[in-house]
């Protein structure tokens, strides 16, 4: 979250509905968050239950418990909640437009344009991909990331994976140029299977997350800076289509690479900065 808008809407609930998470460190404001109201945990995973807060915890697979819930449920008309929703959309736009951000909102924006309605994306540990957990749409399609920095390079094998059990429509990874490198090899298999997987790699020339909390917390970083490949020339090499974009021409390099069939890379050199988080030494205003 890491936003106080929307930590004081959740910490204000009288019954919070947590699906599918264990509120660990990354999904509770590094252990910040705190509910005033009745936790209902839904998870899978027995390990995770009830781990970080107490809660009626419910152990189950989140599609029946919901499909269950929801037989149960009676309809209740409708009141305040649309507003209250937009409200606080309003207002956290409103935060990320003071803070400078058009470039990040128009790459993430031109991903979405591209992307068509149903098909999956992977994203790999990268600042385009924190993004992309608060504020990308991912419609019909599926969402996968894997949160935490053991997650680097999973976005272009999860990818293939997803193309390999589907033919029929295109798969879409994101990494950095960091974690691009921990995966580079898997064009071999992109290409050798002929899997309908586009992978755009944001080059920043480093770990440009670490770099920025580096930066933040000492005034400099050390060792985020990256020897890396010209990332083009390395797919063509394996004979993988790829191209060179920028964020004017994402949308339609990006849109293109999705419609053709096949692998694909598309490379965007770009220094994308985070939002900054807001849920601490804020006055709550629920």
Same mark, same amino acid.
């Given at each position: 979250?890491?936003?106080? #808008?929307?930590?004081?809407?959740?910490?204000?609930a009288?019954?919070?509905?947590?699906?599918?998470?264990?509120?660990?460190?990354?999904?509770?404001?590094?252990?910040?968050? %705190?509910?005033?109201?009745?936790?209902?945990?839904?998870?899978? !995973?027995?390990? @995770?239950?009830?781990?970080? #807060?107490?809660?009626?915890?419910?152990?189950? *697979?989140? @599609?029946?418990?919901?499909?269950?819930?929801? /037989?149960?449920?009676?309809?209740?008309? @409708?009141?305040?909640?649309?507003?209250?929703?937009?409200?606080l959309?309003?207002?956290?736009?409103?935060?990320?437009?003071?803070? !400078?951000? !058009?470039?990040?909102?128009?790459?993430?924006?031109?991903?979405?344009? $591209?992307?068509?309605d *149903?098909?999956? /994306?992977?994203?790999?540990?990268?600042?385009?991909?924190?993004?992309?957990? /608060?504020?990308?749409? =991912?419609?019909?399609?599926?969402?996968?990331?894997?949160?935490?920095?053991?997650?680097?390079?999973?976005?272009?094998?999860?990818?293939?994976? $997803?193309?390999?059990?589907?033919?029929?429509?295109?798969?879409l990874?994101? /990494?950095?140029d960091?974690?691009?490198?921990?995966?580079?090899?898997?064009?071999?298999?992109?290409?050798?299977? *002929?899997?309908?997987?586009t992978?755009?790699?944001?080059? *920043?020339?480093?770990?440009?997350?670490?770099?920025?909390?580096?930066?933040?917390?000492?005034?400099?970083?050390?060792?985020?800076?990256?020897? %890396?490949? !010209?990332?083009?020339?390395?797919?063509?090499?394996?004979?993988?289509?790829?191209v060179? &974009?920028? =964020?004017? %021409?994402?949308?339609?390099?990006?849109?293109?690479?999705?419609? $053709?069939?096949?692998?694909?890379?598309?490379?965007? =050199?770009?220094?994308?900065?985070?939002?900054a988080? &807001? #849920?601490?030494?804020?006055?709550?205003?629920?």
């Amino acid at each position: 979250m890491e936003d106080r #808008h929307t930590t004081d809407l959740l910490e204000d609930a009288d019954v919070l509905l947590v699906v599918g998470s264990g509120l660990g460190e990354l999904s509770s404001n590094y252990h910040t968050f %705190r509910p005033r109201g009745q936790v209902v945990q839904i998870e899978a !995973d027995l390990g @995770k239950l009830e781990s970080n #807060h107490p809660a009626l915890g419910i152990h189950a *697979d989140a @599609k029946p418990a919901l499909t269950a819930l929801a /037989s149960e449920v009676t309809p209740r008309p @409708k009141t305040t909640g649309a507003q209250t929703a937009a409200t606080l959309l309003a207002r956290v736009r409103q935060r990320i437009a003071a803070q !400078d951000l !058009d470039l990040e909102q128009r790459v993430l924006g031109a991903v979405r344009e $591209a992307l068509p309605d *149903d098909a999956p /994306s992977f994203w790999d540990m990268t600042i385009l991909a924190y993004w992309a957990w /608060s504020a990308f749409d =991912p419609r019909t399609g599926a969402m996968h990331s894997a949160q935490g920095a053991g997650g680097l390079g999973y976005g272009l094998p999860a990818a293939l994976g $997803a193309a390999a059990a589907d033919r029929t429509k295109p798969v879409l990874a994101v /990494s950095g140029d960091g974690g691009a490198m921990y995966s580079i090899a898997e064009l071999a298999t992109a290409r050798q299977y *002929d899997l309908p997987v586009t992978w755009l790699i944001v080059d *920043d020339g480093g770990y440009g997350i670490l770099r920025e909390y580096m930066t933040d917390a000492f005034g400099e970083a050390t060792a985020t800076e990256l020897a %890396r490949p !010209d990332f083009v020339a390395l797919a063509e090499s394996f004979g993988v289509t790829a191209v060179r &974009t920028a =964020p004017d %021409r994402l949308r339609a390099d990006l849109a293109a690479a999705l419609a $053709a069939p096949g692998p694909s890379v598309v490379v965007l =050199p770009a220094l994308l900065r985070m939002f900054a988080p &807001t #849920h601490l030494g804020e006055p709550h205003q629920g």
